[in-house]
């Protein structure tokens, strides 16, 4: 929600009809929807982590982000191309795309965040996320 605050506090000094605008509100929402995404998934992760499985209705909505998320960030992509922002616009819209897309890999492929000391290390052993092991231990429990 702090992204979306900052966000708001950009995007007022200009119309929201105008095509920048336009742009940097449609490449901001697939990155606010993927964090709350992970947001809702540690959340009620800290009730199975360790202990057992992934409920099977969290799996399969999971399942099917899995599938969407990318869709959204293409979509927000093509808004991009088509709307052509220039200067600052462009630049923050293109790092939301950007910060989404690695999010998303981050929360439902490979694991990205490690503690800064040893990020270099650990990243490059292409661990999968958390979430795609709960995913693949949900599969397998039914």
């Not at 800290?46 to 409920?55: E, G, T």
């Not at 503690?115 to 661990?127: D, E, G, I």
């Amino acid at each position: 929600m702090t992204f979306a605050g900052v966000f708001g506090l950009y995007t007022s000094s200009s119309s929201s009809l105008q095509p920048a605008a336009l742009a940097l509100w449609l490449s901001f929402l697939p990155l606010e929807f993927i964090l709350i995404q992970g947001g809702i998934y540690w959340l009620a992760a800290r009730d199975w982590v360790k202990r057992s499985c992934m409920p099977p209705v969290l799996a399969c909505s999971f399942a099917v982000l899995t599938w969407v998320n990318p869709l959204l960030l293409l979509a927000a992509t093509g808004m991009l191309v088509w709307q052509r922002p220039a200067g600052s616009a462009a630049a923050l819209a293109v790092g939301c795309v950007v910060f989404g897309a690695i999010e998303y890999v981050n929360y439902f492929w490979i694991r990205l965040s490690y503690p800064w000391k040893s990020w270099a290390r650990h990243v490059t052993q292409w661990r999968r996320s958390r979430l795609r092991h709960d995913l693949a231990t949900a599969r397998t429990s039914r």
